[in-house]
Each structure stands twice: as structure tokens, then as C-alpha cells.
């Protein structure tokens, strides 16, 4: 049954999408706990149910493995299409409620969105290790990371509305240039 709730939402919904480097589309299903592969060729639809809670906003990487964050378990989970192989991560900081990630392939670094703590996460993907951005204002809500392919500086929003809920009380575009 894919009838439509009070407000008009069916679930479970997409809720992130990314195509790989052969062509595979990949998506994230929120309120269903899995991903989506679905085949370039044939169309064909294949399930696969994510160990975690709360996938969102799914991208892959050069290689073409997927990187998901974990909302309500506050993770970033890396899936192995080849393995099938699911593997998690720690987030550096406490409390937090990832909602969106990007990769940068070309520096291998997995960028991620950190809502409770007013920060971005950058993880090394070859060393797995962390660097924490400190945000420079508080309640800081960002929906979405997008990547400069030339320099590798990435770019964030605050999404709260209205705006006054966030300090300084103004829609803010900032640009991390990690060195």
C-alpha cells in the first residue's frame, strides 16, 4: 500500500540519491532503514536493509563504495557493494545528529554535516581519522555540502526558518578551505 499519509508524505521515502562510476543508482530510504540499488541495464529494483537508524543523503566515492550517515545513531557507515560488507564510525563529537554528507573524491575525505554540535566533520577515508570545523555561530542546521573540485574548499548553509532561531538572526553560506 502506497497511500499517503495526513500530510500527504508516503513512507517510506527516498531520501538520498547518488549514481556510482558504472552507472548504478543508489537510494537511501527513510522510515525503511534501507538502500536502494537499482540496476542501469534491466532496471531491476534489489533491497537492502541498513543495519543502522535513520539513512540519509547517501554519496559514493571514487571507488564506488557508499558513504551514509546514521541519523538516529549518530554514525557515518560506509557499505562495500563488492563485499556487502557494512562498517561504521564514530563521530568525534557528542550528541550528534548527522543529516547530510558529500564526498571529495579527489582528496578522499568524507564531509559531514554535524547539527547538534555546530561543527563539520571532514574523515579521512585512507587513515580514518577526524578533523572537527567549529561553525561560527550557534544552532547551526545545515542541510547540505556541495565541494569546490578545484581547491577542495566545501560549502555549507544553515537551514533554520525562520532565520532568528540561528545567532545572528541571517541565512548563512559559509566556505571551509581546509589546508
Not at 564506488?64 to 564510525?89: M, R
Not at 544552532?139 to 578545484?150: A, L, P, V, Y
Amino acid at each position: 500500500d502506497r497511500s499517503a499519509d495526513m500530510d500527504g508524505v508516503t513512507m517510506p521515502m527516498p531520501y538520498g540519491i547518488d549514481v556510482a562510476p558504472d552507472g548504478t543508482v543508489w537510494v537511501a530510504r527513510l522510515y525503511a532503514n534501507d538502500l536502494a540499488r537499482i540496476d542501469p541495464a534491466t532496471g531491476k529494483v534489489t533491497m537492502i536493509d541498513f543495519p543502522y537508524q535513520g539513512p540519509r543523503r547517501l554519496r559514493i566515492d571514487a571507488e564506488g563504495k557508499l558513504w551514509i550517515v546514521a541519523f538516529q545513531d549518530s554514525l557515518l557507515v560506509s557499505y562495500d557493494p563488492q563485499t556487502g560488507d557494512f562498517e561504521h564510525y564514530e563521530l568525534p563529537v557528542i550528541n550528534e545528529v548527522p543529516y547530510a554528507l558529500n564526498v571529495d573524491k579527489a582528496r578522499r575525505v568524507v564531509w559531514v554535516n554535524g547539527n547538534q554540535s555546530d561543527t563539520v566533520l571532514a574523515f579521512d577515508i585512507d587513515t580514518s581519522n577526524w578533523k572537527v570545523f567549529p561553525m561560527p555561530r550557534q544552532r547551526f542546521f545545515g542541510r547540505d555540502i556541495e565541494i569546490d573540485e578545484s581547491d577542495g574548499a566545501i560549502y555549507t548553509t544553515n537551514s533554520h526558518f525562520p532565520t532568528w532561531q540561528s545567532e545572528g538572526g541571517v541565512p548563512t553560506l559559509l566556505r571551509i578551505r581546509p589546508l
